[in-house]
Antibody, heavy 119, light 106 residues
Framework: EVQLVQSGAEVKKPGETLKISCQGS????????IAWVRQMPGKGLEWLGN????????TYNPSFQGQVTFSVDRSITTAYLHWITLEASDTAIYYC????????????WGQGTLVTVSS | DIQMTQSPSSLSASVGDRVTIACRAD??????LIWYQQKPGKAPKSLIY???ILQSGVPSRFSGSGSGTDFSLTISRLQPEDFATYYC?????????FGQGTKLEI
């Protein structure tokens, strides 16, 4: 069974750093891009970008470039989403998702990680 | 960026109804159009990719149509579990973009 399991909810202060994780299992982790998607409270879905586990090739949404970074550790089939300096506007649910190369859809999703940034 | 616009933003319907949600891209996207369903507190679920192809396990009452810039999702006979928010998304080019969502309510 394909699964993406994300790390738990986080509460942080503005200016702090954060790294959340997404561990894949049940499929060839190195064969699929991992995407990150943001959902702000009560709002729609926004694509942050993708990372490929083989060579860490990254594609960022220009709207988010410089605000977040992606990394991956193939040895533990885990992808990460990093912030160097959090802002209150980063408060959202963040999903990881597998990008299916056939349908070019996000066919499996993690359960989401709620990030709350508040002073 | 390619802008995706869904209509309506919300829709009230009853069990057994047939409903259609529209999605328009402001540029040509061929058939690189996906439909997702999201229920409260849950991650989105892929329903249809390549504009018309049902994901494995998705009931046949869901169907998609369209190409180019205009697309639609139709649910032929609404079931109680279909009340959710639906999003379209283009995967023609990055940055991938989503519609604003259509909330389907009882």
């Amino acid at each position: 069974e394909v699964q993406l399991v994300q790390s738990g909810a986080e509460v942080k202060k503005p200016g702090e750093t954060l790294k959340i994780s997404c561990q894949g299992s049940g499929y060839g982790f190195t064969k699929y891009w991992i995407a990150w998607v943001r959902q702000m409270p009560g709002k729609g879905l926004e694509w942050l970008g993708n990372i490929h586990p083989v060579d860490s090739d990254r594609t960022y949404n220009p709207s988010f470039q410089g605000q977040v970074t992606f990394s991956v550790d193939r040895s533990i089939t885990t992808a990460y989403l990093h912030w160097i300096t959090l802002e209150a506007s980063d408060t959202a649910i963040y999903y990881c998702a597998r990008l299916n190369t056939v349908g070019r859809d996000f066919d499996y999703w993690g359960q989401g990680t709620l990030v709350t940034v508040s002073s | 960026d390619i802008q995706m616009t869904q209509s309506p933003s919300s829709l009230s319907a009853s069990v057994g109804d047939r409903v259609t949600i529209a999605c328009r891209a402001d540029q040509f996207i061929d058939t690189y159009l996906i439909w997702y369903q999201q229920k409260p507190g849950k991650a989105p679920k892929s329903l249809i990719y390549d504009a018309t192809i049902l994901q494995s396990g998705v009931p046949s009452r869901f169907s998609g149509s369209g190409s180019g810039t205009d697309f639609s999702l139709t649910i032929s006979r609404l079931q109680p579990e279909d009340f959710a928010t639906y999003y379209c998304q283009q995967s023609f080019t990055t940055p991938y973009t989503f519609g604003q969502g259509t909330k389907l309510e009882i």
